[in-house]
């Protein structure tokens, strides 16, 4: 669909590319391609719904995020100076259980995104689809974002506050913290985690969903249903 349009367009003059514009608007949507509005919103909320069902959950698992290089959560800019004086002092067993806190309750968080998520893509409309559908690699990931962020941040900060509450977190970044200050010649550091780790589970989760759209749009194989196969044989 995009070729041909392209086609029309490199063809027409300027003094008629307003008239064909008018043509194409009038264009019955759907008709020419045998697929109808609503299959093409189906198809988008069925490749949100692969993308939160086989990449998010992962996310849960133990060590989702931990041992996920796309997504593994590692110390903020102003503590990773933090991470490496203790790994010059022989303390890499420290710093390696500090990293593995934040990213397990990053996990604990993800757990909570789902339901939030359902609601968001049932909410697709047929507009919604037609922006998704001929946007980029990621334009479903970046709908989905812009609809489930404030809601999943809200969801995300009071479990991994409690998360790091419950073992012992607390503890186990002041004794980190402490260790690294009192190291002679450093500056003292004292950062709010539990917002930080909050911010990068979403960046997390966000890159996740947009791992699976680009491997349905550009993978024909990763099409596993008749309905994807024909909705976004429309974008190709």
């Not at 019955?28 to 939160?52: C, F, K, M, V, Y």
């Not at 903020?76 to 790994?87: A, F, N, S, W």
Request: glycine share 6%; hydrophobic share 40%.
């Amino acid at each position: 669909m995009k070729k041909i349009l392209l086609g029309l367009l490199i063809t027409c003059t300027f003094n008629t590319c307003a008239e064909l514009q008018q043509v194409v608007n009038q264009l019955p949507q759907g008709t020419t391609t045998g697929i109808g509005n609503d299959q093409i919103a189906s198809g988008l909320r069925e490749a949100l719904n692969l993308g939160i069902e086989k990449q998010v959950t992962k996310l849960t698992q133990t060590n989702g995020f931990y041992k996920n290089d796309l997504v593994k959560i590692l110390l903020p800019e102003e503590l990773q100076k933090v991470d490496k004086t203790l790994r010059d002092i022989g303390l890499g067993n420290l710093a390696d259980e500090g990293l593995k806190i934040i990213n397990h309750a990053a996990e604990d968080a993800v757990k909570e995104a789902t339901p939030i998520f359902i609601d968001a893509v049932k909410g697709i409309t047929f507009s919604d689809a037609k922006n998704i559908l001929l946007g980029g690699d990621h334009a479903a990931t970046t709908y989905l974002n812009n609809k489930t962020e404030s809601a999943l941040y809200n969801k995300f900060h009071p479990v991994i506050k409690n998360s790091f509450s419950k073992v012992g977190a607390d503890q186990i970044w002041s004794n980190i913290i402490n260790k690294y200050n009192s190291i002679p010649f450093t500056s003292n550091v004292n950062p709010d985690l539990t917002d930080y780790v909050t911010q990068e589970a979403l960046k997390g989760v966000f890159t996740m969903i947009g791992v699976e759209e680009k491997e349905i749009r550009t993978n024909l194989s990763s099409r596993t249903t008749d309905l994807l196969q024909k909705v976004f044989a429309l974008q190709d």
